[in-house]
């Protein structure tokens, strides 16, 4: 089965630099990467996904690469604020076939330092 | 619009006893998850309904774990004889079912066993 390792485990940046999380995964087959920012007592939130036919997607100071032959795939975070502050999952699926859940990374804490 | 509601928010129970736990998925969506998040840990995938197939129950860690999802929505995860090691975060998740659709989580019903 698919197996998903996140690094770094925790991040500590000043406000307005960058962040970068990066994860790995083992199915060649997935095709669908999703990354969660997950604030404390609360669910998480899709902020960004990337499908294996793309190789980079931007959305504002967010940024996701793809790598399928190296099978890995990276978060990027611009000017961080403060409000960053969170724990971020990233995700695999291979929803191709009956299987359509997500295998999650065990997630990065991000801390922006003001 | 709305989003996946679960209740309830919080659950403390004493070990030996049965759970419910609730989730209303968006409307419209035709695939429901259930994922399980401990402390400081990743989601762990429990169980996946996709309209009126079968369920995929291939992540339900013990026959005391059970869910089922009536007339297309609202989805139940029951634990039967709760244990300690039961205790976590569970989170449902809901999508449009298609292929590659964003999942998109509830606040999750933190469950504490005594």
């Known amino acids: 089965g698919e197996n998903v390792e996140q690094h770094p485990s925790t991040l500590s940046v000043q406000e307005g630099d960058s962040a970068v999380i990066k994860c790995t995964y083992s199915?060649?087959?997935?095709?669908?990467f999703p990354w969660y920012k997950q604030e404390l007592g609360k669910g998480p939130q899709l902020i960004i996904d990337?499908?294996?036919?793309?190789g980079e997607k931007k959305d504002q100071r967010i940024a996701v690469t793809l790598n399928k032959t190296a099978k890995h795939f990276s978060l990027h975070i611009t000017e961080t604020q403060p409000e960053d502050s969170a724990v971020y999952f990233c995700?695999?699926?291979?929803?191709?076939?009956?299987?359509?859940?997500?295998?999650f990374g065990k997630g990065t804490k991000l801390s922006v330092k003001p | 619009g709305a989003g996946v509601s679960q209740s309830p928010s919080n659950k403390v129970t004493e070990k030996g006893k049965d759970v419910e736990l609730r989730c209303d998925p968006i409307s419209g969506h035709t695939a429901l998850y259930w994922y399980r998040q401990s402390l400081g840990q990743g989601l762990e995938f429990l169980i996946y309904?996709?309209?009126?197939?079968?369920?995929?129950k291939s992540g339900l860690p013990s026959d005391r774990f059970s869910a089922e999802r009536t007339g297309g929505s609202v989805s139940t995860l029951t634990i039967q004889r709760t244990q300690q090691e039961d205790s976590a975060v569970y989170l449902c998740?809901?999508?449009?079912?298609?292929?590659?659709?964003?999942?998109?989580f509830g606040d999750g019903t933190r469950l504490s066993i005594l």
């Open positions: 995700a695999a699926s291979t929803q191709g076939g009956s299987q359509g859940n997500l295998i």
């Open positions: 309904f996709q309209g009126n197939s079968a369920p995929d």
């Open positions: 998740a809901s999508s449009l079912g298609h292929r590659n659709q964003p999942q998109h």
């Open positions: 990337i499908r294996s036919n793309v």
């Open positions: 199915d060649s087959a997935s095709n669908y």
